[in-house]
């Protein structure tokens, strides 16, 4: 229903200020004619970390990425293990191959100066690059971020959880699916697959493994 209505809306409304872009989830947006958009998932870096480490899995999972989708590779999701261990290992390359970040835990006007920070470290115009904001906001906290960013990104916003659960009193179900083990083969072991975040709430796996990733990222020599 929300999707319709949003969709009916902005079709009826053309001089309305906002714009609704469109919805992550592809069957509605076959149904009601409308962008389907997102990111990518969690799940492919949270599997990476087994196989490259946590340190270098953003960057293979953001080259292997690019490999398969030639270069039309969209927003990258950044937080599985932090922010520290992305922009570390964020190359120039990389940054100019993706359209921009997503910011999904943290505090977003702080992930925004660091977004900002590392591209113009990069020698990159900010203003070039995408930001999609989508850590459990409401239209009046999508406003505030937006006003923050005054023009510096170009700034984009994920409000489907609050749309879908909008009543007084009431938390919406968290009902997204995370990885929590792999393996490349039928032959190899299982290992544990984990999320750190940059919310402590959001941890998400094996809580050993992820006392011990915590620890190594902190022992990381800067």
Not at 13 to 41: E, H, I, Q
Not at 150 to 166: A, E, I, K
Request: glycine share 8%; proline share 3%; with cysteine.
């Amino acid at each position: 229903m929300v999707v319709r209505v949003m969709k009916e809306v902005y079709d009826s409304r053309p001089s309305w200020p906002g714009k609704f872009t469109g919805t992550s989830n592809v069957w509605l947006a076959m149904k009601y004619d409308c962008v389907p958009l997102g990111t990518m998932s969690h799940q492919l870096i949270s599997f990476e970390e087994n196989v490259s480490g946590v340190f270098e899995c953003n960057f293979n999972v953001m080259k292997k990425f690019s490999d398969v989708y030639d270069g039309d590779n969209g927003i990258y999701l950044y937080d599985c293990f932090g922010d520290e261990v992305f922009f570390s290992n964020l190359s120039k390359r990389m940054a100019m191959m993706y359209r921009g970040l997503r910011v999904d835990s943290g505090d977003e006007f702080e992930q925004t100066e660091k977004i900002i920070a590392k591209y113009k470290s990069l020698g990159i115009d900010p203003a070039t690059k995408q930001v999609c904001y989508s850590n459990g906001l409401n239209i009046d906290k999508a406003i505030e971020i937006h006003q923050y960013v005054n023009g510096r990104v170009q700034d984009s916003y994920g409000v489907g959880t609050f749309l879908t659960c909008d009543v007084t009193g009431a938390d919406p179900m968290n009902i997204v699916v995370k990885l929590t083990r792999g393996r490349i083969t039928e032959l190899r072991e299982w290992h544990d697959c984990v999320k750190l975040s940059c919310n402590l709430g959001k941890t998400l796996g094996n809580p050993e493994k992820c006392e011990y990733l915590i620890k190594l990222l902190k022992q990381r020599p800067e």
